[in-house]
């Protein structure tokens, strides 16, 4: 039985959606980009922490493997049911709660905005991920100062691109893609966030810089950052 079933309705047995819940983990990036894009939407949602480090980490544990089988965060409880992976939960709120949108009407200006999240989400964070870097540690024996400098060359290069993606193209704006934030934006956020606590390069990425400050201006960032969670530490 799911954990959150859906609630019946009125007296004539109107079904509603049952609440949001996200299972998330405060210094996750792709938990992060859900929570921007949840704060963008005003969706409520309970947030209930899966912490990625206590006791091998709560994600490996039956409870959770039950939600997702990768072991990973985020996942959303919707009236669609489980959903995972942190790109096709933004996408699908942003098809059952259109407004306002995450992704532009053009076709062109959608690739675009695609593109840069994919960037950010497919090719810089998986190689800085934990288990990425718990492997490095554990099974290769890699030690801290390594695994620190692997993190920040690929932040780092990874980062570079998107800097000339967004500095090269006049469809950037305020945000990424125009003067919204789009799903490009949920996910340069979390990554810079990343960028800083390794201590990769962003003083020669201008256009990041900019983007991000308008980013973090606003109140939908700011209360998705990961100090202002709940299982912050």
Not at 66 to 81: F, I, K, S, Y
Not at 90 to 118: C, N
Request: with cysteine.
């Amino acid at each position: 039985m799911s954990e959150h079933p859906s609630s019946t309705g009125d007296a004539a047995g109107t079904r509603q959606a049952p609440p949001l819940a996200l299972y998330t983990y405060f210094r996750s990036s792709a938990a992060y980009r859900v929570r921007i894009a949840l704060n963008l939407k005003a969706l409520p949602y309970e947030a209930i922490p899966v912490h990625l480090l206590r006791g091998g980490g709560e994600q490996r544990q039956g409870a959770h493997l039950a939600r997702n089988p990768q072991a990973l965060v985020p996942v959303l409880h919707t009236e669609d049911g489980w959903l995972t992976q942190s790109m096709a939960i933004v996408e699908w709120l942003d098809e059952a709660h259109p407004s306002p949108p995450l992704l532009p009407a053009d076709r062109g200006g959608r690739a675009r905005v695609r593109a840069i999240a994919q960037a950010i989400a497919c090719d810089i964070h998986p190689l800085a991920n934990l288990r990425v870097l718990q492997y490095l540690g554990g099974e290769l024996g890699i030690d801290e100062p390594r695994k620190n400098a692997w993190s920040r060359h690929w932040v780092d290069s990874g980062l570079a691109a998107v800097e000339r993606l967004l500095a090269d193209d006049p469809r950037s704006g305020r945000f990424c893609h125009g003067d919204a934030p789009t799903l490009a934006d949920c996910c340069l956020v979390p990554q810079v966030f990343n960028a800083r606590r390794v201590g990769a390069r962003l003083d020669d990425k201008p256009a990041i810089a900019r983007i991000v400050a308008a980013c973090e201006a606003l109140d939908a960032f700011r209360r998705a950052a990961p100090a202002n969670q709940p299982d912050a530490e």
